[in-house]
């Protein structure tokens, strides 16, 4: 099997102005990627690509050697998971309605299994007590958190996480760090998004900035 988990070549993508230009870079399963830059260089942008978000004009991306272009778009995000800024949970779910509904309604496992590895997750991360709760009853924190999680339940191969530590308070920073920490060591593929470089040192191997459209190793 092929070393690299992510293959991307030559990537360019443009609206209406050209925003990444020959992106390279090549990812090594189980590696915890870093990609900072300024606000509006065009990280969310490179995240949606190789999700298949967003169609772009040149280059490739390759998903365990194969083309993503190639893939099932559902079946390529069960096993490259994206975790927003803006968390994107349910508000009308609590939080076991929000991590369960994807397993059973995606995943097809039933739904008291789904229950009780979505309570053994939440219990991992000093959540259990906020089964109940509603998203508007959460931290910002607590929030990304139970994103995490309900990304990490799906069993991906990689996650992808956009700013998770962004318009958090300092405590919530460093659950959200310890989180990441721990999605790395279970052999997941990380690859952060954020413009807090610091945040990045403290859990990537590699650290790449956009700037000028382009991927550069720092
Ligand atoms: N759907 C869109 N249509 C047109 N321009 C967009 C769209 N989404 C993002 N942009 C622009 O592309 C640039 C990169 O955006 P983004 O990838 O969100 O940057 P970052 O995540 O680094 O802040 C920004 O200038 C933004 O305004
Ligand atoms: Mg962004």
């Known amino acids: 099997m092929n070393d690299y988990i992510i293959e991307i070549t030559n990537l360019s993508k443009k609206y209406d102005e050209e925003i990444l230009k020959n992106v390279n870079i090549k990812i090594k399963r189980g590696e915890a ?22 169609n772009f004009e040149e280059g490739t991306i390759k ?11 559902t079946k390529l995000r069960k ?11 349910f508000e009308h779910l609590n939080v076991l309605e929000n991590l369960t509904i994807a397993l059973t309604k995606v995943k097809k496992i039933d739904k008291l299994e789904a229950i009780n590895m979505a309570e053994a997750r939440l219990d991992k991360y000093g959540l259990l007590n906020k089964k109940n709760h509603y998203p508007y009853e959460l931290s910002g ?3 990304q958190r139970i994103a995490i999680i309900r990304t990490l339940l799906m069993d991906p191969k990689v996650i992808m996480l956009d700013e998770p530590t962004a318009a958090l308070d300092i405590n919530s920073k460093k659950e959200i760090i310890k989180a990441i920490k721990e999605l790395s060591k279970n052999n997941i593929t990380l690859i952060i998004v954020s413009h807090e ?3 990045i040192k403290k859990v990537c191997d590699r650290i790449f900035e956009i700037e000028k459209c382009t991927l550069k190793e720092m």
């Open 33 to 54: 990627i870093g990609i900072v830059g300024k606000s509006g260089n065009g990280k969310t942008t490179l995240l949606k690509c190789i999700d298949r978000l967003l």
């Open 141 to 143: 924190g607590q929030k």
């Open 63 to 73: 998903y365990n050697g194969l083309d993503i272009t190639k893939i099932e778009p």
């Open 197 to 199: 470089e610091k945040v």
């Open 79 to 89: 096993d490259v998971g994206i975790v927003f800024q803006e968390y994107n949970l």
